[in-house]
T-cell receptor
Framework: NAGVMQNPRHLVRRRGQEARLRCSPM?????VYWYRQLPEEGLKFMVY????????ESGMPKERFSAEFPKEGPSILRIQQVVRGDSAAYFC??????????FGPGTRLTVL | SQQGEEDPQALSIQEGENATMNCSYK?????LQWYRQNSGRGLVHLIL?????REKHSGRLRVTLDTSKKSSSLLITASRAADTASYFC????????????FGRGTSLIVHP
């Protein structure tokens, strides 16, 4: 059973471009979480999804950010019109039961 | 919102020594989890302790939970250089969906 997969591992975008981050949960896991981590900081919760549903998006900025977890395929975190402040590591975690979470290796986004 | 805060922020010890990290939180929890993060990597789940448990062991790890003091400790015995990492506690809130909240972590350096 492969672990949580995230791609790309590194993403460089210029201001104003779009960033798409992908997360493939572990097999059999229907709960997906997205977090953002700034240097020297802990993880900040962004959004919690189950298949085709957003359960909690209280940590997601109201503008430019969106997330989905379709019936088929990976979960996508989409950031439109990126700004320098979006530069961070974005981690995805999956869970089989909404309890213990298993983290992916992260995507490091750099906005130039 | 609920937040676990780790203490100390940084810890530097020699191989073979024990390392103790603490986590304090503010409101009632269902469970508390400890994670490790190696530099540039995703988080690795170490141990989960439920609110009705007081102590839990896993290999060289020992976790305690004192709900009256709203605190937890992680003890790593006979530390190794490979234990060098950041350690985070994550707490959830009683009721509702499980959204763990992470602290800033304790950065542990184990010198060989």
């Amino acid at each position: 059973n492969a672990g949580v997969m995230q791609n790309p591992r590194h993403l460089v975008r210029r201001r104003g471009q779009e960033a798409r981050l992908r997360c493939s949960p572990m097999k059999g896991h229907s709960h997906v979480y997205w977090y953002r981590q700034l240097p020297e900081e802990g993880l900040k919760f962004m959004v919690y999804l189950q298949k085709e549903n957003i359960i909690d998006e209280s940590g997601m900025p109201k503008e430019r950010f969106s997330a989905e977890f379709p019936k088929e395929g990976p979960s996508i975190l989409r950031i439109q019109q990126v700004v320098r402040g979006d530069s961070a590591a974005y981690f995805c975690a999956s869970s089989p039961d909404g309890d213990t979470q298993y983290f992916g290796p992260g995507t490091r986004l750099t906005v130039l | 919102s609920q937040q676990g805060e780790e203490d100390p922020q940084a810890l530097s010890i020699q191989e073979g020594e024990n390392a103790t990290m603490n986590c304090s939180y503010k409101t009632s929890i269902n469970n508390l989890q400890w994670y490790r993060q190696n530099s540039g990597r995703g988080l690795v789940h170490l141990i989960l302790i439920r609110s009705n448990e007081r102590e839990k062991h896993s290999g060289r790890l020992r976790v305690t939970l004192d709900t009256s003091k709203k605190s937890s400790s992680l003890l790593i015995t006979a530390s190794r250089a490979a234990d060098t990492a950041s350690y985070f506690c994550a707490t959830d809130t009683s009721g509702g969906s499980y959204i763990p909240t992470f602290g800033r972590g304790t950065s542990l350096i184990v010198h060989p």
